[in-house]
């Protein structure tokens, strides 16, 4: 269980558009981003396929292990919800601006 890396399948695989289409460099720098944060949700497989596979071999895996990889996947999901986070508060134009805060127990009228 040592190998968790992310098994070579189309389904766990993030193509870059310029593979697939004919696109311009600008949009290739805007998928490379997007392309990125889906290679890290992608990465938080790879602890989950080796529980997988050690269950396929029928060398069950120990509490122990199970439980490095669960934190191990949710640890990799946190920080791909982060990146998926910051791109999308990049994309926001800087024209709209954050809500203000109102003191609690105040009401807009």
């Given amino acids: ?4 890396a992310t098994p070579e399948v189309d389904a766990l695989s993030a193509p870059k558009l310029h593979q697939q289409f004919k696109v311009k460099k600008s949009v290739q ?9 889906q290679c890290a949700f992608l990465i938080a497989t790879g ?3 080796g ?4 269950i396929e071999n029928d060398s069950a895996p120990s509490y ?5 990889a669960f934190e191990k996947a949710l640890c990799l999901l946190s920080s791909a919800n982060d990146q998926l986070s910051i791109l999308r508060r990049q994309r926001i134009p800087r024209s709209h601006k954050p809500f203000e805060e109102k003191p609690r127990g105040t009401t807009s009228g």
């Fill in 47 to 49: 602890p989950l396929c």
């Fill in 64 to 68: 122990e292990e199970i439980k490095v």
């Fill in 1 to 4: 269980m040592d190998d968790w």
């Fill in 29 to 37: 720098e805007r998928d490379k981003n997007m392309f990125n944060v």
């Fill in 51 to 54: 529980l997988r596979d050690c």
